[in-house]
């Protein structure tokens, strides 16, 4: 549980870092200035550096956790496939921190865009085991439980599918460093579709000012954004048909019923802070809050299904 | 004998005549009111670099005169390459001074070295988004040695930024030529001692992109003005 909460705040430390342009602020890695990274004398931590540099403190901290997870898994754990999980998580945190020193050590932005999806896989899995050791899903297994039909659990495994496409989707607008493609919302350059032609682009550039990441914006980052919009209204109408479906198929008092309804309240948070993205010009903080509530919304999604699944195979 | 020294003294002369070359100059203005230039609210929030400014330092997109002549733009001969003398050039210097690139658009050649300093009491990194060169990023402790950078390739505007300081930027273009200039805070260029001849003449502004124009360079130069509109 511990290494869960500390991943989902290194998810939001990620996020402050790319909000604030700063992952390239200390240039080398596994050092950090030159410096051991645990030595790095304090002066130092200012500016995008203070985001980067406590990011690679607390992702040490994180893949200590998940080390002590795997090897209690490994030698505790009875059940054998919570061992392979274990490793599993171990080796995913080995390849994030990797894939996260080779973005600096490579200069790939590209690479940061995975950097994003794995770091999202991982919470899945950690929150997984976390579940799965936890006291409720292991004293449960004898009590009665109520089926959750079939077509239920392949609509919210289908939405959540999406939601993972979608952060994928974010994670490449926001790697691109390049401020805002579309500045105004509902409308988007002013129209229902914005005009991406060479002279629109051309004109959007010549009137944006931006203080941060001032690359030109292109056609394909406005229709990326736009990409991104249109999925957000889907997987909105795909949680609220799940909240709506929860209470029909399984009753009102029902904890999965209950718990599609704050993932409903999640989503809508989460479109108001899409929004206010945009309405704060990418304010750093409001960005990071809106990637924060994708992965929990992510995970709600994972979670659920997993839960449903459980429960289906114990009431057969 | 006579014929032998007329010749000689008639190759001795020609060789001695300076290569024929002429300046093109010329304004550039701006037609159209641009949008706001933004406040540096992160530079003044940052407890070092906020200690070096009294006011609210401000973005510097469009530079431009009352009388419309606009700053920043780069003007270079188009499709002019090989040409580069940078090698032998003095060194240009880009400057960290008040936690901002100084100037924020230089040109140079290919070949040719740019200093960078660190005037700031604050580290810096200095890294560069290239589209043709390779990218580079070092950090410059405060009081730490110049870095020295050169590209090999020509390319527009090569940005320079600070990740530390993510306000930060300096767009410097590589020309494969001796053949250009920055517009300064009046709108006039002058491009130096350029050979006779018919050439493409490219005016760019980082915001405004690029015009271009077909000139002839005579023994007296000549002279090009551009206008840029903000739609």
Redesign the interface.
């Known amino acids: 549980m511990l290494n869960a909460v500390a991943t989902f705040l290194l998810i939001g430390l990620g996020g402050l870092v790319t909000s604030?342009?700063?992952?390239?602020?200390?240039?080398?890695w596994p050092t950090s200035?030159?410096y051991n990274m645990f030595a790095l004398p304090i002066k130092?931590w200012?500016?995008?550096?203070f985001f980067?540099h406590t990011h690679r403190l607390l992702a040490s901290v994180v893949g200590f956790l998940t080390t002590i997870l795997a090897v209690w898994l490994c030698l505790k754990e009875p059940r054998k496939w919570m061992a392979w999980l274990g490793i599993a998580a171990f080796l995913l945190v080995v390849a994030q921190g990797i894939l996260g020193g080779m973005r600096v050590r490579l200069?790939m932005a590209s690479l940061g865009i995975f950097h994003g999806a794995v770091a999202q896989t991982f919470l899945v899995l950690v929150c997984a085991i976390a579940l799965f050791t936890s006291r409720w899903w292991q004293n449960s297994e004898t009590e009665k439980q109520i089926p959750v039909p079939r077509g239920l659990r392949k609509h919210i495994l289908y939405v959540t599918i999406l939601i993972f496409i979608q952060l994928l989707i974010a994670a490449t607008m926001r790697h691109q460093h390049a401020g805002l493609a579309i500045s105004d919302f509902p409308l988007a350059h002013g129209k229902i579709w914005p005009d991406t032609s060479a002279a629109a682009i051309?004109?959007y550039?010549?009137?944006?000012?931006?203080?941060?990441?001032?690359?030109p914006i292109t056609a394909f980052q406005v229709n990326l954004q736009m990409i991104h919009r249109l999925v957000a209204y889907t997987i909105f109408l795909g949680v609220a048909a799940a909240a709506f479906l929860s209470l029909k198929k399984l009753g009102g008092r029902d904890a999965l019923a209950k718990f599609a309804f704050f993932w409903l309240a999640l989503l809508t948070l989460q479109i108001v802070l899409g929004a206010a993205t945009i309405w704060t010009n990418k304010a750093a903080d409001i960005a990071t809050l809106h990637v924060m509530v994708g992965a929990l919304a992510l995970l709600t999604g994972a979670l659920w299904w997993l839960v449903a699944a459980r429960r289906t195979r114990l009431a057969a | 004998m006579k014929k032998l020294l007329l010749l000689l003294s008639l190759g001795i002369f020609s060789a001695l005549q300076p290569a024929r070359a002429g300046d093109i100059t010329g304004v550039i203005t701006l037609k159209g009111v641009?949008?706001?230039?933004?406040?540096?609210?992160?530079l003044k929030d940052?407890?070092?670099?906020g200690a070096l400014y009294d006011t609210m330092p401000t973005?510097h997109?469009y530079v431009v005169s009352p009388q419309g002549e606009l700053a920043d733009v780069v003007v270079s001969l188009k499709d002019v390459t090989g040409k580069s003398t940078g090698a032998s050039a003095p060194p240009a210097v880009l400057d960290q001074k008040g936690c901002v690139y100084l100037p924020s658009i230089l040109a140079i050649q290919t070949g040719q070295k740019l200093i960078v300093k660190n005037s700031d009491p604050?580290?810096h990194?200095v890294?560069t988004?290239p589209t043709a060169n390779p990218?580079v990023?070092?950090?410059q402790?405060p009081g730490g040695a110049d870095l020295t950078f050169t590209f090999d390739k020509p390319e527009p505007f090569l940005?320079f930024r600070?990740?530390?300081?993510?306000?930060m930027?300096a767009w410097v273009t590589v020309v494969d030529s001796p053949y250009f200039a920055v517009t300064g805070k009046d709108g006039k260029f002058t491009i130096k001692n350029v050979p006779p001849g018919k050439y493409t003449l490219e005016a760019a502004h980082r915001?405004?992109?690029a015009q271009t124009a077909n000139i002839e360079v005579t023994d007296s130069g000549a002279t090009q003005n551009f206008t840029f509109e903000?739609?």
């Open positions: 604030h342009e700063a992952g390239m602020s200390v240039p080398d200035y030159g130092f200012t500016g995008g550096a980067e200069q051309a004109s550039n010549a009137q944006r000012i931006e203080v941060n990441g001032e690359n | 641009p949008p706001a230039e933004k406040d540096i609210t992160p940052d407890a070092t670099c973005t997109f604050c580290v990194n890294h988004s990218e990023n070092e950090v402790m940005k600070c990740d530390v300081h993510p306000w930027f915001k405004l992109g903000v739609k």
